[in-house]
């Protein structure tokens, strides 16, 4: 847990903010501040990420990743600049750790004789009811 903070905080270095005039919620403050921001960090560029992660980032990021490979989370559910700040740094962190998690390893299971047995049986008291549903007409 303490490896993926210091990652996350490297990539924070290298993080760049962008403030837009905002529309939503906020009347004419919509108007006169910018209170959305923009993070940028590139991805491809990042000396902070591994090559593996950099690919399962740039898969995640989806349509986020623009094609020069930078990462663009937009952040404007907020009235103020600081929350939609926290907001974005928030979100890139959940990628930056959905993207350093480890797939769990898929182990093959045998089923047990009890539960194939088992499994057969429904399958022959369903393969009955059908059976009998149907119409069958004698020439």
Do not use: W
Not at 4 to 29: K, S
Not at 80 to 101: G, M, P, V, Y
């Amino acid at each position: 847990m303490q490896e993926i903070d210091l990652i996350i905080q490297r990539c924070n270095r290298e993080l760049t903010f962008d403030y837009i005039r905002a529309a939503g919620p906020g009347g004419q403050n919509v108007n006169k501040v910018a209170t959305a921001v923009q993070l940028r960090f590139n991805v491809c560029g990042s000396p902070s990420l591994h090559k593996n992660v950099k690919e399962k980032l740039t898969h995640l990021a989806g349509t986020r990743m623009t094609i020069e490979g930078v990462l663009i989370i937009d952040a404007r559910r907020y009235r103020t600049q600081e929350k939609n700040r926290e907001d974005a740094l928030a979100r890139f962190s959940a990628l930056i750790r959905k993207s350093l998690a480890k797939p769990k390893i898929r182990r093959k299971t045998i089923s047990n004789t009890a539960s194939r047995e088992k499994r057969l049986e429904s399958k022959k008291k369903r393969g009955e009811v059908k059976r009998t549903r149907q119409n069958r007409t004698f020439d």
